[in-house]
């Protein structure tokens, strides 16, 4: 890898999201020289001691995307172990050595897949949840990644000494990891505060079905707690949760009601 100013270094799981990895790499050529942006099986040639070519690559690198597909955290080898719980899995030894080192790393989820968290993680890779997300849809690819450009370059170094590896990293995963204390090199929040969505939980639970209703006004309300406790992943699982589950009261109702005026009028009788 060439010691250049800026080294992004993409970090994926083929088998999970090889097209997206491809497609985010391509991209990202508009806003970085390609010889800055570098996919993470490229640097190892055969023959190599992977463990010494990645912790050699990781050296030069200041910025670690790791590419979360649907598959990303479950996927398993031909034995049906799960590859993250391989010490020896590729993934898991980049993501964890650049942890181990405070390089920026940037978890970017795909196809709306959750930020996993900490006790999803091996031990080593727990720290990935406190690093703050971006979020790319294929809907609006484009726009997503150019917001991705502009928080990576300002982590890229100008000139001055990368901050140095934490001594220590502490086990409680609710507080603020370190780029998001320092505050001159935090990545800025993909999206604002999300609507927690209790308009609609309301009248979901008294227009149409009240089981599923409840089950929305329930999200609705952890939303917003959630959010200023810094609970950033959670607050916006929970008002997903929230908005589908009105949307199921609401389908749940138009659905009651077309089964009933079919048995009505099957049977020949109207109430009035």
């Not at 942890?99 to 091996?122: K, T």
């Amino acid at each position: 890898m060439a010691s250049l100013p800026g080294t992004i270094f993409i970090n994926y799981r083929k088998d999970d999201s090889s097209w997206n990895a491809l497609a985010l790499y391509n991209e990202l050529q508009k806003y970085f020289s390609k010889e800055q942006i570098f996919k993470d099986f490229n640097t190892i040639l055969p023959g190599d001691d992977f463990v010494v070519s990645i912790d050699n690559a990781l050296r030069k690198c200041d910025v670690l995307i790791v590419v979360i597909g649907k598959s990303w955290l479950e996927m398993k080898d031909v034995t049906g172990k799960r590859r993250l719980d391989d010490p020896d899995d590729f993934v898991r030894l980049e993501i964890s050595t650049a942890l181990a080192r405070n390089i920026q790393v940037i978890p970017v989820l795909f196809d709306d897949v959750p930020m996993p968290r900490p006790e999803e993680l091996p031990d080593n890779m727990r720290t990935l949840y406190r690093r703050q997300f971006v979020e790319i849809d294929s809907k609006r690819f484009d726009d997503d990644v150019r917001n991705l450009a502009e928080a990576i370059k300002k982590v890229l170094p100008d000139g001055t000494i990368r901050i140095p590896p934490e001594q220590s990293h502490s086990s409680n995963y609710s507080q603020t990891s370190t780029h998001q204390k320092s505050g001159s090199s935090s990545i800025p929040p993909p999206m604002a505060k999300p609507d927690n969505n209790l308009v609609w939980a309301i009248l979901s639970t008294l227009l149409c079905c009240l089981p599923l209703g409840i089950v929305s006004i329930i999200s609705a309300t952890k939303v917003d707690n959630l959010w200023s406790s810094g609970q950033h992943n959670e607050a916006v699982k929970e008002a997903k949760k929230a908005k589908d589950w009105a949307i199921y009261s609401a389908i749940g109702s138009v659905v009651f009601w077309v089964i009933y005026l079919m048995v009505i009028a099957g049977s020949g009788e109207f109430v009035y």
